[in-house]
Each structure stands twice: as C-alpha cells, then as structure tokens.
C-alpha cells in the first residue's frame, strides 16, 4: 500500500458510503499526494447508522483501522427526518446488495461535526474536508464554531448541478437536496471551498470495458470494487441509457488529490431551499454590480469547476485502484 507521502495533504473524508464513495475512500488510501486522517459519516446514499458501518467495513477491507470514523447527523440542519436516501443507486445496503457481516470497528466517541472542529483547530489552514454527500455535518460545524470556515484548509466537495439538469429531478443535485439549508450555509460562510458538481462528473465515465479490466485484476480493492458494482452499473444502464457508471466521488477525490486536473471559475453559490427548485444551485459570476442590496450582495466567492481531464481522471483511478 502507498504510505501517505512526505508533505502530504491532510485529509477528512465526510462520506455516505455508498459505491463511488468506496472508490474514492480507496483512492484517498492508494494516494501518496493525501493522508487520510478521519472518515465522518452522513445520510444520503443511505441512512447515517449504515454510513458509519460501511466506512468501518470499508477501513477493515484496506487494512486501515488505525483511521477514525466520527458518526456525523441522523437528520438535517433543520432537523428534519424525513430524508432522501437513494437505495435504488446503491442497494439497501449501500454496497449493491452484497449483505456483508457487521465490522468489527466501532466509531469513535465524538460526534462528525465535533472532530471536523478539532481537527481543524489542530492543524490550522492544514486540513482539507473532501465532502461527498449531503452537507449537514460541515455546516453544523460551521454554527458551532465560528473560527471553523477560517481554520479549515479547503472543503471540496461533490455538489451541485451548475448550469445543467439536476440528478434528483431537473432543478437538484443529491447531494444538494438532501439538505439545502446545510448546502446554502456552506456556501456563504467564507470558507476556501472548491464545488464539483455532475456538470463536471457527467463527463467522467468508467465504461463496462474498465469494469472488465478492473474485475481482472487481482488487488484488493478491485476486486471488493467488482463486487459492489453491479447494482450501480445496472441503474445507469436504466436511468441514463450509458455503458457505464458516473465516477461523481472519484472526480471529486481527484480535485482534492491533483487539483490540475480540473479548471474552475470563481463566484457567490447560494442554493434554493424551497419549492420545486429546491436544492437548485445558483452561481452569480459578479459581473454585474446590481444597485439593490439582496440576499446575493457581499457573498463571498467560492470556486466552482468547469471543465475536467475525464480521460486523464478515469486513467488514474484505474491505475490506482488496480494496484
Ligand atoms: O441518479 C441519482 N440520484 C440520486 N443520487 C445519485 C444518483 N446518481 C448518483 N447518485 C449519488 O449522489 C451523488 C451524486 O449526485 C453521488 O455520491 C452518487 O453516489
């Protein structure tokens, strides 16, 4: 296994895992350029109980249990309980119906929200949160201390549909909408954020031939990989009529991993919360300076990414979980 390298990125993995979330965490783990250094858990590709037992498992399978995972909320920032969790994507358990024992790891005493804080206070400007599911446990963090979105290096995150459909329905993005008012508190606290969202995603495509490759090779994770995918493979083929899968986690791992490989623009995001936009993700380019003073005026920027090496991003995914 890749040892992290010297000078290597400190990272938090705030994760649903969830079948392109085990490949991005197992792309994390084979990347000397980041050292992974918690797993936080969330709803969204399944409830947050199994989020936290898949991310265990997951450690367990890489051989990694020296990784924390903190269990992050069970419901939104608004308290809400009524969530949108996508077993149809991934199976009921999260990992294309394969129904594996319990792990034997246990998450760790402190709530997602609360080691995100100390980690941070930790090593500050030094940690970078790769957020791949909905934003609640950042945005708690964000409330409960107000140093947060200045201590923490960056926060990549996997968001949004810019400028394009949605995945959810046509306005929204998962991740987005499974909780708006976390998405829209993210994106107006200051913080160094970087949005990748299925504009970008959409392009990245692993194909029914590097599944083939992948099922052929003999390494750990490509085989763990082969097993799971079935299920995500088959509700593409249904849903948007490709041979093949949307590499949405991956894209954004790689962003955190070698952030060359994509291009970004740079604007205020704030994100509908209500009515049938709702998780809708607006991004105002500040080229007009509009007289009325209104909800976008004095929002700060975030970087949201255009444009991706999709060939370049597939290639160095299969290269490293093949290994
Ligand atoms: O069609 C979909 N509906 C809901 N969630 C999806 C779909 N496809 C992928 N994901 C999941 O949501 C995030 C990307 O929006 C990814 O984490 C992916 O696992």
């Known amino acids: 296994m890749a040892a992290a390298g010297e000078g290597a990125k400190k990272i938090i993995i705030d994760t649903d895992p969830g079948i392109d979330d085990a490949m991005a965490i197992f792309l994390a783990l084979r990347s000397p350029e980041v050292e992974v250094i918690g797993l936080t858990t969330i709803y969204g590709n399944v409830y947050t109980t199994l989020a936290t037992r898949n991310a265990l498992h997951l450690l367990e399978v890489a051989d990694r249990t020296d990784i924390p995972v903190a269990e992050g909320s069970h419901v939104t920032i608004t308290k809400g309980t009524r969530l949108s969790v996508v077993d149809f994507v991934h199976g009921a358990d999260g990992f294309g119906n394969q129904n594996f024992p319990p792990p034997e790891g246990k998450p760790i005493d402190i709530s997602a929200p609360n080691f995100l804080i100390e ?80 504009n970008v995603t959409h392009q990245v495509v692993l194909t029914d031939a590097d599944r083939d490759k992948l099922a052929s090779s003999t390494g750990k994770f490509a085989q763990f990989l082969s097993k799971i995918l079935g299920v995500y493979f088959d509700y593409h083929r249904e849903a948007y009529n490709t041979k093949g899968v949307y590499l949405h986690d991956p894209t954004a791992m790689i962003a955190a991993i070698n952030p060359s490989l994509v291009t970004y623009t740079e604007g205020a995001v704030r994100v509908q919360t209500n009515g049938i936009t709702k998780g809708l993700t607006l991004l105002y380019n500040k080229q007009k300076r509009f007289a009325e003073i209104t909800e976008w005026t004095d929002q700060p920027s975030v970087k949201v990414a255009v444009t991706v090496d999709a060939p370049a991003v597939v290639k160095l995914v299969m290269e490293r979980l093949m290994d």
């Open 119 to 198: 980690q941070a206070n930790l090593y500050p400007g030094k940690v970078t949160v790769v957020a791949l599911g909905p934003l609640t446990n950042i945005a708690l963090a964000i409330q409960q201390d107000p140093s947060f979105a200045k201590n923490i290096g960056q926060i990549v995150l996997l968001g949004g549909a810019f400028a394009v459909n949605g995945n959810t329905n046509p306005a929204a993005e998962a991740n987005i909408f499974g909780d708006p008012d976390a998405a829209d508190i993210v994106f107006t606290s200051g913080a160094d954020i970087l949005a990748v969202g299925i």
